[in-house]
């Protein structure tokens, strides 16, 4: 629960993609980062596969390997210049001609570094060449004079309809971008850098990849950007969420809308009215606090302080009944010192987040954060790191058992197959579901047993809080739902963070009542 970053994802290999003439170029995508990377990745791929590229799920039978890299934070970095040399050396040790071709924010931010750094790579792509990625890989298939293609330039342009993906999601919900950039004066972080301006898409267009999405078989759309309470405000000097939010709904197919990356200080009535008024809206959104110390916000250029943070997090719980309440904190900022980090302790025991990750401070070349004073050392922030998470998760646990009785309207994410013991026990079998108030590749999962697998309950004194009951499940049964499928669970126990569920209906009922 420490980290909202959601896994690498690689090319699947799926039906209808092009097997190709011995002549045509293939290309294996791995992509990693945030879901707007993702759609990135997914823009890339669809464009590719239009252009008469092969797509293959395997590095080692492709041609070209293109990584969509991810540059935010420290880790990210790691992992991005990782999978890069992991790439080098798969084409180190396969026949002449395979190429490697780095996209996505690390080679925006750091292309000349990795030009000189990592010289086996053929071609660095920043985030405004995408358009022109195909024939930058017509002109390096065949070529061994190893030349390193460098095309990076200013990201800011026009946000376009991202139609025509190919889509690296479960059919059964897509991520839509509504906006692009940040104008967020945020001291700890480099997106506005690497990004660009704040830009929306309009309304139109956005309807335009909603039906996209539903025609190839999405019914949730997951409304990511770097800043989604902002959008509008560019195109009109007006916040325009609630309009979208209501034209979306409007969409005939779009049965589940989820908000997430919304920035507290422009979240405004209007909005959380929309959230509680539209059946289609579910009630979770994902608020990054950041933190709660007003000096610790100053320090890092937030626009809300204590006081309007409660009062904003307060009535939104008043208004939108049954809200599932996602944030996210930095701990070890520069100058937290031990009563700070207290306050954003005691604030997270008394609001009790249904959902909370926590990040280490990352120092960030090129942010004014990197210059202040009042380092933290590494070993006091994973103390605080550890306590925090910690606090979350006996109230995570609590929120689980509260929930066993509740029934409620799930989405099939996984068929039913064998899955990891979270608590590290042994396997079992066992489809992935999830209810409004999960949010895909983040947020715990329902698991449902087979139909007719017996429940035995076992306390694990040292791993469990008090009370909390734990499940495993034997006596195999009929297969459980299809992936994409809605069907209506009980909820009858957890397992660590995630719940245990029974099939309970048909699903045919109202979503209002399922708290949607």
């Not at 306050?343 to 202040?372: C, H, N, Q, W």
Request: aromatic share 6%; proline share 7%.
């Amino acid at each position: 629960m420490k980290s909202s970053k959601p896994p690498p994802h690689s090319t699947p290999g799926a039906e209808g993609v092009p097997t190709g003439q011995e002549d045509e170029i293939r290309v294996n995508m791995i992509s990693l980062g945030c879901p707007k990377n993702l759609v990135d990745s997914e823009m890339i791929l669809g464009k590719l596969g239009q252009e008469g590229f092969v797509l293959t799920p395997e590095s080692e039978d492709a041609d070209v390997i293109v990584i969509n890299t991810c540059g935010f934070v420290e880790s990210a970095k790691e992992e991005s210049v990782n999978t890069i040399l992991e790439a080098c050396q798969i084409k180190k040790d396969s026949a002449p001609g395979k190429k490697v071709v780095v996209t996505g924010c690390l080679g925006q931010r750091y292309g000349e570094e990795l030009s000189k750094e990592i010289p086996e790579l053929d071609a660095i792509v920043g985030l405004g060449e995408y358009d022109d990625l195909g024939n930058t890989l017509k002109e390096l298939y065949g070529k061994n004079d190893g030349q390193l293609h460098l095309q990076v330039s200013d990201p800011d342009k026009a946000c376009n309809a991202e139609v025509g993906r190919f889509r690296l999601t479960p059919a059964h919900y897509g991520y839509l971008r509504i906006s692009e950039g940040c104008d967020n004066p945020c001291t700890f972080c480099s997106i506005p850098a690497i990004r660009g301006h704040f830009r929306s898409k309009s309304i139109e267009m956005l309807e335009e990849e909603a039906r996209e999405l539903v025609s190839s078989g999405a019914n949730e759309m997951v409304l990511i950007s770097q800043d989604t309470t902002s959008y509008g405000v560019d195109i009109n000097g007006k916040f325009q969420l609630a309009e979208l939010l209501r034209r979306l709904a409007a969409v005939d197919g779009v049965e589940w809308i989820r908000l997430l990356y919304a920035y507290p200080a422009y979240l405004t009535d209007e909005m959380i009215e929309a959230i509680a008024e539209l059946p289609e809206v579910v009630n979770y959104i994902d608020i990054p606090l950041q933190h709660i110390s007003d000096n610790m916000l100053r320090h890092m250029g937030r626009r809300m302080m204590e006081a309007k943070t409660r009062d904003l997090l307060e009535r939104m719980r008043a208004k939108i009944p049954g809200l599932m309440l996602r944030t996210t904190f930095i701990v070890g900022f520069p100058g937290e010192d031990d009563t700070e980090f207290g306050i954003l302790r005691d604030f997270v025991r008394d609001f009790e987040f249904e959902r909370m990750g926590v990040f280490p401070y990352s120092k960030e070349e090129g942010t004014p954060s990197a210059e202040f004073e009042g380092d933290i050392p590494q070993e006091i922030i994973d103390q605080r790191l550890e306590e925090l998470m910690l606090v979350q998760q006996e109230i995570a646990f609590r929120h689980n058992q509260e929930r066993i009785g509740e029934v409620t309207e799930v989405l099939i994410d996984s068929a039913e197959q064998e899955q990891a013991d979270p608590m590290g026990g042994a396997t079992f079998n066992a489809a992935i579901a999830r209810s409004y108030g999960e949010s895909p590749e983040i947020d715990p999962v329902i698991f449902i047993p087979p139909p007719g697998g017996e429940a035995c309950e076992e306390e694990r004194p040292g791993v469990m809080p008090e009370g909390v009951k734990e499940l495993s499940f034997e006596t195999p049964a009929p297969p459980p739902p299809a992936v994409g499928e809605r069907r209506t669970v009980e909820i009858i126990g957890s397992r660590g963070y995630d719940l245990i569920a029974t099939i309970a209906g048909s699903g045919d009922h109202e979503r209002k009542d399922a708290g949607r």
